[in-house]
């Protein structure tokens, strides 16, 4: 039977997530102990273990059928794959910084500058989009030390807490990209290959969409039940059960995890009591 390929990054900040996101989708693998390439015993799939920056590349020539990097790889690569799907953690954004002291008052900053970058294409795609001229300085690794040695002006690099921009003394001054871990997958995957990776979305899905939803109780008069719908944008209505208490029922749903504290006021305005909100393991739509 054939058995799908997926790429890892062998070390670093995408590895331990995506290990991760496939034990959550019930994929079992061995303790890779530093192989290159391990198999799963309980799913048609096998997984290697690479640099990420070489994933598009075998992807693109099909030694791997899909795999999980970062979306600035994905688009700097500019190989021939597609994303599959987006999966939601290790959110980062490329963005371009200046030392601090710089009076900065926009883009037209950079024109005639030098910038330090691991990611040139991105770069490039960028300034031609806003009409820059710029040099463009490509180093592959501690972009942000460019200005104080002298290599730049300025700098484009990934950025999540800010902290090394900081430390460094640069500042950020535009937002060129908003990124998170991707699955990428070949464009000419054989239909057995297709129809694994489709069982494969489906649990990455499952489990995703129950990250990001919260299972509700809560208990109320009955007089105040139709607000309490109208206020619980659920999957489907709500279930509604009568408690032993005269009057009352207890209502159960689901609600999105970013509009929980909003609801929560509007419920106990309503007359909800008793109000439980638990997670959920997965969501099957
Ligand atoms: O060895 P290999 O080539 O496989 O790994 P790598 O060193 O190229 O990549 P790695 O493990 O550092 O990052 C993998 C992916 O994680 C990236 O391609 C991004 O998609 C994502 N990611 C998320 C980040 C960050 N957040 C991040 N903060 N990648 C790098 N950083 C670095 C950034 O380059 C800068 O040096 O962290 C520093 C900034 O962080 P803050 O928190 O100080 O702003
Ligand atoms: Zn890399």
Redesign the pocket.
């Known amino acids: 039977m054939s058995k799908l390929k997926i790429a890892l ?7 331990e997530k995506s290990l991760v996101l496939l034990e959550e989708c019930g994929i079992k693998f061995p303790n890779g102990g530093g192989k290159l390439i391990t198999e799963s015993p309980n799913f048609p799939i096998d997984i290697l273990f ?5 994933i598009p590349q075998y992807v693109e020539q099909g030694v791997a059928d899909v795999g999980i ?5 994905f688009l700097e690569s500019r190989k021939d794959i597609g994303i599959a799907e987006k999966l939601g953690f ?3 954004r490329l963005s371009l910084a200046v030392p601090k002291e710089v009076h900065y008052t926009g883009l037209d900053f950079f024109n005639h500058k030098r910038v330090a970058t ?1 990611y040139p294409n991105i770069l490039s795609d960028y300034f031609q989009r806003h009409k820059i001229t710029a040099t463009i300085e490509v180093i592959s ?4 030390i460019s200005p104080s040695i002298g290599l730049a002006e300025g700098i484009c ?11 460094n003394g640069l500042k950020e001054v535009e937002k060129v990209l908003s ?3 991707v699955l990428v997958s070949s464009r000419n995957l054989a239909a057995d290959k297709q129809a694994i990776l489709a069982k494969l979305l489906f649990r990455i899905r499952a489990v995703n969409n129950a990250k990001e939803n919260k299972y509700i109780l809560l208990n109320a008069p009955n007089s105040a039940l139709p607000r309490i719908e109208d206020i619980l944008p659920g999957m489907n209505s709500p279930t509604i059960l009568p408690l032993a208490k005269e009057g009352w029922s207890s209502l159960h749903s689901v609600i999105g995890e970013d509009k929980f504290w909003d609801i929560i006021d509007e419920l106990k305005a309503a007359g909800a009591e008793g109000i439980l909100v638990v997670p959920i393991e997965k969501m099957i739509l």
């Open positions: 990054q062998k070390a670093g900040r995408l590895s690479l640099r990420d920056d070489d990097i970062g979306e600035n790889v290790s959110a980062c691991s690794g501690s972009v942000e690099d990934l950025v999540s807490s800010g902290s090394t921009l900081f430390s990124s998170q871990a």
